[in-house]
């Protein structure tokens, strides 16, 4: 087991319904520690880095209008492998894919937004969460 770094946003959908403490609560209860956290705007320019892997695909533009809703709300969070560990607490992309107990399965959009109104990002591989936490941190912000 590694001791690793992710980056979790908790996205608009998160912040409106008042769910980021619950949800983060989840995180401390696995003894993952609180690196960085700060809420901040998204810029067009942030999302289009951030979901460049997405952005020929035609939900783009809904995705930016949602992640541009309300600030969100940036973590870096520090445990044993925690980047798969947080993966499997959020469950798939999907919220109605999602099984009760995980995050989106529990506070995700079941509408037809399932997919885009997921709750949370988090890095999905050790590359990706060190190039995530350096797009929404500055070094003097992380502990
Ligand atoms: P994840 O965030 O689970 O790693 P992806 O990287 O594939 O998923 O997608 C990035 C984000 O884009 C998702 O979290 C979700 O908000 C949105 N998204 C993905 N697929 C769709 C889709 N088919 N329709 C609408 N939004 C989507």
Redesign the pocket.
């Known amino acids: 087991m590694a001791t690793e770094t992710t980056l979790i946003l908790f ?1 608009p959908d998160a912040v409106a319904k008042n769910i980021v403490g619950t949800v983060l609560s989840r995180f401390e209860k696995e003894g993952f520690k609180i690196r960085a956290l700060k809420m901040m705007s998204l810029s067009d320019e942030i999302l289009a880095e951030h ?1 460049a ?2 952005a020929d ?1 035609p ?2 533009p ?2 930016r209008s ?2 541009q809703e309300t600030p969100v709300i940036a973590m870096v969070l520090e445990g044993e492998d925690v980047i798969s560990k947080v ?1 499997d607490l ?1 469950g ?3 919220s109605k894919e999602a099984a009760a107990g995980t995050i ?1 399965g529990d506070f995700g959009d079941k509408g037809g ?1 399932a ?4 709750v ?3 890095s ?1 591989g050790p590359e990706t969460a060190t190039a995530e936490i350096r797009r929404f941190f500055h070094e003097g912000e992380v502990y």
Do not use: G
Not at 115 to 118: D, E, F, Q
């Open positions: 996205k979901y892997h997405i695909k939900f783009f809904d995705v949602f992640m993966r959020l798939p992309t999907d989106r937004d997919k885009m109104r997921n949370c990002h988090a999905d």
